[in-house]
């Protein structure tokens, strides 16, 4: 059973470096899957971050672009996120999850989340 | 980017009854359409996508329709664990997919 499990700081300081990793269990990274990230600013809907492939092709949100680095390390079976220069507006709860190619671009199975706050 | 409405913000329903959450695209995603529901402190789970297509072991009582200009969730008979958040997401522009601002649903 896959599953996926978010981790990081829970504080940063403003125009600090955001870094999360996301441990993938019971399923390879090694596989024709996108992997994604995600996030819900408090009161807000849900914005992509976003998508990485193991074979090293990559999706970043335009709004974003500047700011995010994500990166697969497949020894680990893990996915990390970067986003530097942090402000208040990045505070959220982060998610990743996983972009089978079978469903077009759906997103089948979430880590829980993990609430990152940008404050000094 | 393509906008996502998703009416209503919250919708007050009793255990038991229907429920039916509308999403519209600002333009066309043909069926690239895909339904979450999200819980506190529980990761978010895929109900549907391409429109109609339930996820796996998604019960019955959910379904998913539309096309064009409108889409819809609904839930035939809410059970408690029904109550959460519900967003719609397109894929139509993936992976510039967007999600809707979400449908609360609350006894």
């Known amino acids: 059973q896959v599953q996926l499990m978010e981790s990081g700081p829970g504080l940063v300081k403003p125009s600090d470096t955001l870094s999360l990793i996301c441990v993938v269990s019971?399923?390879?990274?090694?596989?024709?899957?996108?992997w994604g990230w995600v996030r819900q600013p408090p009161g807000k809907g849900l914005e992509w971050i976003g998508y990485i492939h193991y074979s090293g092709n990559i999706h970043y949100n335009p709004s974003l672009k500047s700011r995010v680095a994500m990166s697969v390390d497949t020894s680990e079976n893990h996915l990390s996120l970067r986003l530097t220069s942090v402000t208040a507006a990045d505070t959220a709860v982060y998610y990743c999850?996983?972009?089978?190619?079978?469903?077009?671009?759906?997103?089948?199975?979430w880590g829980q989340g993990t609430t990152v706050t940008v404050s000094s | 980017d393509i906008v996502m409405t998703q009416s209503p913000p919250t919708l007050s329903v009793s255990p038991g009854e229907r429920a039916t959450l509308s999403c519209r695209p600002s333009q066309g995603i043909n069926t690239y359409l895909a339904w979450y529901q999200l819980k506190p402190g529980q990761a978010p789970r895929l109900l549907i996508y391409n429109t109609s297509t339930r996820a796996t072991g998604v019960p019955a009582r959910f379904s998913g329709s539309g096309s064009g200009s409108e889409f819809a969730l609904t839930v035939s008979s809410l059970q408690s664990e029904d109550f959460a958040l519900y967003y719609c997401q397109q894929y139509y522009t993936w992976p510039s997919g967007t999600f809707g601002q979400g449908t609360q649903v609350q006894i």
């Open positions: 019971g399923y390879s990274i090694n596989s024709d899957n996108w």
């Open positions: 999850a996983r972009v089978p190619p079978t469903i077009g671009g759906a997103l089948d199975v």
